[in-house]
């Protein structure tokens, strides 16, 4: 399934929820470049963004977020929902 179109990626710094993101979401764009770089391109997942031991290089960059969700996530807001 796709959320956003390959535009949307362009010229951005994308951050994901887990490394499984990058086979589970349908949206990323994988067919823009080769595998090599798509893994290093989207390697920065949430922890190290929220660890702050990544991020923006300029006020100007622009990030892109994309979260697929886990079952952890699930469980944690169900036991919150309770």
Same mark, same amino acid.
Do not use: H, W
């Given at each position: 399934?796709?959320?956003? !179109?390959?535009?949307?990626?362009?010229?951005?710094?994308?951050?994901?929820?887990?490394?499984?993101?990058?086979?589970?979401?349908?949206?990323?764009?994988?067919?823009?470049?080769?595998?090599?770089?798509?893994?290093?391109?989207?390697?920065? !997942?949430?922890?190290?963004?929220?660890?702050?031991?990544?991020?923006?290089?300029? @006020?100007?960059?622009?990030?892109?977020?994309?979260?697929?969700?886990? @079952?952890?996530?699930?469980?944690?807001?169900?036991?919150?929902?309770?």
């Amino acid at each position: 399934m796709r959320e956003s !179109d390959n535009d949307c990626y362009l010229g951005t710094s994308v951050f994901i929820d887990t490394d499984e993101a990058l086979a589970k979401a349908g949206d990323l764009p994988e067919p823009l470049m080769p595998a090599s770089s798509v893994q290093k391109k989207f390697s920065r !997942d949430l922890s190290n963004f929220a660890e702050s031991s990544i991020g923006r290089k300029s @006020a100007n960059e622009i990030t892109v977020y994309k979260a697929v969700g886990t @079952a952890l996530e699930d469980l944690a807001a169900a036991c919150a929902a309770r």
